[in-house]
């Protein structure tokens, strides 16, 4: 199975958005998530977060065991390229933990933003931030 096959089936996403906040919630496997986009006054910056609702801890953002995998994956994709879309998003930054999801997601980025630059700032409390900024615009960890 090819990476861009791995997204193709996304699950129905219910929006909800606040002036600089979009929200997206979706359940796959049963269980409920929710991935939020904190949005710049300009609306071109974004940093970006998804999370397991149906998790003990609501900080949960990891996918381990849930599943279903390949469907989180899927609408996560969808939700960034709806975003993308909607908003005038430049630069996009998230993070992430375990060394696996930082290999994933880095391999998402580049796959699906190809032109995109990425750029990763060691942070010690919740390891890389990574920075995705779309060729033209500024780099904001700079």
């Known amino acids: 199975m090819r990476i861009d096959e791995l997204f193709d089936k996304p699950a129905a996403i219910k929006w909800q958005t606040d002036p600089n906040t979009a929200y997206a919630h979706f359940e796959a496997n049963g269980k409920k998530y929710t991935a939020k986009a904190y949005l710049s006054d300009d609306l071109t910056s974004m940093n970006f977060e998804f999370f397991n609702e149906s998790a003990q801890s609501k900080s949960s953002s990891g996918i381990t065991g849930t599943g279903d995998q390949h469907t989180v994956f899927a609408t996560i994709v969808e ?29 998402m980025v580049r ?23 779309k060729p033209g615009a500024e780099d904001e960890n700079r």
């Open 79 to 107: 939700v960034l390229r709806t975003l993308i879309k909607v908003y005038p998003i430049e630069n996009i930054s998230f993070t992430a933990k375990e060394p696996s999801r930082q290999k994933l997601y880095k391999t």
């Open 111 to 133: 796959k699906l933003l190809p032109d995109w630059k990425v750029t990763e700032k060691i942070d010690s409390w919740n390891g890389p931030t990574f920075n995705v900024t």
